[in-house]
């Protein structure tokens, strides 16, 4: 894999929970996020690698299992089995945030989300060296529209891309529960 010192831009295009693509601005990286199934008991969501070097049939890197009432479900990664969403991205102190996670991505590090923890970043995901290694951006209210995109982005440095379906599955998820505050 070429390395360019840039970290991927991955434009969300509709910013919506309901699902999006994320494409990254210099087109290295694709990934796609869909709402599966939606009733009273459910709504699950699959983030595909729409990257064109990954061929064959599309089979979700993450598969994200909402519960009724728009609570907290189960998650699987990769070929990994469902584990509980809240086990998963686990609170980093009991009495803490819910806005406020930690996930065991699979490198075996510990990263965090944290909501509005920097200047102009809706989230921020740090490593545990307190490294900045991922963020969503939300379009500030000045920007004039942008055809076909939100004006969202998510950034991930790129030494962390192997990692990117994680990030997206995690953020995915706090958001998720912002908007529902859980």
Same mark, same amino acid.
């Given at each position: 894999m070429t390395?360019?010192g840039l !970290? ?8 919506s929970l309901a +699902?999006?693509?994320?494409v990254?601005?210099h ?5 796609s996020? @869909? ?5 009273a008991h459910?709504? /699950?969501?699959m983030i595909? %690698? ?6 064959g049939?599309?089979? !979700?890197? /993450?598969v994200?299992?909402?519960g009724p009432?728009n609570?907290?479900?189960t998650?699987a990664?990769?070929s +990994?089995?469902h584990?509980?969403?809240t ?7 009991? $009495? ?8 065991? /991505?699979?490198? +075996?590090q510990?990263?965090?989300w944290n909501? @509005? ?7 921020v995901?740090? %490593?545990?060296? %307190?490294y900045m290694v991922a963020c969503?951006?939300l379009k $500030?209210p000045e920007?004039p !529209?942008?055809?076909?995109?939100? +004006?969202?982005m998510l ?8 990692l990117?379906?994680?990030f $997206?599955a995690s953020?995915?998820?706090m958001?998720?529960?912002a908007a529902?505050? $859980?």
């Amino acid at each position: 894999m070429t390395h360019y010192g840039l !970290p991927y831009f991955l434009e969300d295009k509709t910013g919506s929970l309901a +699902g999006s693509d994320f494409v990254d601005i210099h087109d290295r990286m694709r990934l796609s996020v @869909r709402c599966t199934a939606r009733d009273a008991h459910r709504c /699950a969501f699959m983030i595909y %690698n729409m990257n064109p070097s990954v061929g064959g049939l599309l089979k !979700p890197c /993450a598969v994200l299992d909402f519960g009724p009432n728009n609570t907290l479900g189960t998650v699987a990664i990769g070929s +990994g089995c469902h584990i509980p969403m809240t086990r998963y991205l686990t609170k980093v102190s009991p $009495l803490g945030s819910s806005r406020t996670r930690k996930f065991i /991505a699979s490198d +075996g590090q510990e990263y965090r989300w944290n909501w @509005r923890a920097r200047d102009n970043c809706e989230w921020v995901c740090q %490593n545990g060296k %307190n490294y900045m290694v991922a963020c969503y951006n939300l379009k $500030l209210p000045e920007e004039p !529209p942008y055809s076909g995109s939100s +004006g969202c982005m998510l950034t991930i440095e790129e030494a962390y891309c192997h990692l990117a379906v994680e990030f $997206l599955a995690s953020l995915m998820i706090m958001r998720y529960i912002a908007a529902y505050d $859980l």
